[in-house]
């Protein structure tokens, strides 16, 4: 799957890419509508999957260590937005023992920050 950029002038997300999230919710059912892959689906607390394709970045201070405040930040330990005009490909298995159509539904989604940045919970901004 390609997830382009394709009227932004800037990348995405743009700004505070350490604490702003672009993800993919990602459905494939088969034909007789059961799901075969699912990922990207908020939990009931508002967390994010641990599998989850998300676009942003890890911030990290003068002493290479995790930051997410945005004055502390000299450089970026990943950074993974989308460029303007650009593109990243993501890619999901299905195991090739499936055969048949399948109905594929992909959402791209965005949120200012995690819940836990939000509700100032187990966050290292708030320590």
Request: net charge positive; charged share 25%; proline share 5%.
């Amino acid at each position: 799957m390609r997830v382009k950029n394709i009227r932004a002038g800037h990348n995405l997300p743009t700004s505070l890419t350490n604490i702003r999230q672009i993800w993919l919710e990602l459905t494939v059912k088969d034909s007789s509508g059961r799901v075969i892959l699912s990922t990207g689906k908020l939990d009931a607390e508002g967390r994010l999957p641990k599998d989850v394709r998300i676009f942003n970045s890890d911030g990290q201070d003068n002493n290479f260590q995790f930051t997410l405040h945005p004055w502390e930040i000299t450089s970026f330990s990943r950074h993974d937005t989308i460029a303007p005009r650009g593109h990243r490909d993501v890619y999901y298995g299905i195991p090739s023992t499936l055969k048949g159509k399948y109905i594929v539904e992909a959402k791209l989604r965005y949120r200012q920050a995690a819940q836990e940045v939000a509700e100032k919970r187990n966050c290292p901004l708030f320590r």
